[in-house]
C-alpha cells in the first residue's frame, strides 16, 4: 500500500485541550506535509518537513505546530483546540521530485 | 508566492463525453510541477498526472491528460470518455522551489448517466 498512516482516524476534544495528531510512513522519505481540508478552501498547508528536526510554516501554521525526531513520524499539535480548528487534516508524503504526492486517509477532528 | 485558481466551482458532463477542468496558476519560480487529484466522496486524495515546468510534451495517463499552456500559465485537466466513476472533487496542485505543495479549491464534477 501507500505506507502512510495517520492516527486517529476521528477524534472528538474540547476546546482549549491540546491534541496531537501522528503521521507514520514506512518508506523513509525525506519530505511530509501537514494540510487541513476545509469545504470551499480545498486544501491548505500547515506546516511541513524536509527532514528530522527540519520543519518550516505553511500558509495557515497559527495554533499548530509540528515535530519530526525520526524520519517516519510527523506530529502536529494543536497547542490549545478552538473550534475553528474542526476540520479534516491530512499528512501527505514526497516520493520523488516528479512523483505524485501519497496522502494518509485523513483525521476527521472535532473541536466543541 | 504560488497561486492555483480553479474558476468552476462545479461541472457537469454526459457519460462518455469528454470534459476539460481549468486551472491557472501563478509562480515566479523558473522550475515548478503541476499535479491534478482526485477526491471521490469517500474522502481519499488520488494522484491523478504530473507535467513539469520543463516538459516539452504535455502529460498523459490512460483517459487523463494535461493541457498545458506555460505561457498562458494554465494546465487544464482533459478527462476523455467520462464514466460515472468519475463523479469527485478535483483538485489542481503545484510545487514551486520551496517544496511546497499548494492546492487550489477545487472543481466537483458530476458525471450524468
Known amino acids: 500500500d501507500a505506507g502512510i498512516t495517520q492516527s486517529p482516524r476521528h477524534k472528538v476534544t474540547e476546546t482549549g485541550t491540546p491534541v496531537t495528531l501522528r503521521c507514520h510512513q514506512t518508506?523513509?522519505?525525506?519530505?511530509m506535509y501537514w494540510y487541513r481540508q476545509d469545504p470551499g478552501h480545498g486544501l491548505r498547508l500547515i506546516h511541513y518537513?524536509?527532514?528530522?528536526?527540519?520543519?518550516d510554516k505553511g500558509e495557515v501554521s497559527d495554533g499548530y505546530s509540528v515535530s519530526r525526531s525520526k524520519t517516519e513520524d510527523f506530529l502536529l499539535t494543536l497547542e490549545s483546540a478552538t473550534s475553528s480548528q474542526t476540520s479534516v487534516y491530512f499528512c501527505?508524503?514526497?516520493?520523488?521530485?516528479?512523483?505524485?504526492?501519497?496522502f494518509g486517509s485523513g483525521t476527521r477532528l472535532t473541536v466543541v | 508566492a504560488q497561486k492555483i485558481t480553479q474558476t468552476q466551482p462545479g461541472m457537469f458532463v454526459q457519460e462518455k463525453e469528454a470534459v476539460t477542468l481549468d486551472c491557472t496558476y501563478d509562480?515566479?519560480?523558473?522550475?515548478?510541477?503541476l499535479f491534478w487529484y482526485k477526491q471521490p466522496s469517500s474522502g481519499e486524495m488520488i494522484f491523478l498526472i504530473y507535467?513539469?515546468?520543463?516538459?516539452?510534451q504535455n502529460a498523459t495517463e490512460g483517459r487523463y491528460s494535461l493541457n498545458f499552456q506555460k505561457a498562458r500559465k494554465s494546465a487544464n485537466l482533459v478527462i476523455s470518455a467520462s464514466q460515472l466513476g468519475d463523479s469527485a472533487m478535483y483538485f489542481c496542485?503545484?510545487?514551486?522551489?520551496?517544496?511546497?505543495?499548494?492546492f487550489g479549491k477545487g472543481t466537483k464534477l458530476t458525471v450524468n448517466p
Open positions: 501527505a508524503i514526497r516520493p520523488g521530485r516528479e512523483a505524485g504526492y501519497t
Open positions: 518508506e523513509n522519505h525525506r519530505y
Open positions: 518537513s524536509y527532514g528530522v528536526k527540519d520543519t
Open positions: 509562480t515566479s519560480d523558473q522550475s515548478y510541477g
Open positions: 507535467q513539469g515546468s520543463y516538459d516539452e
Open positions: 496542485a503545484m510545487r514551486g522551489g520551496s517544496e511546497k505543495l499548494v
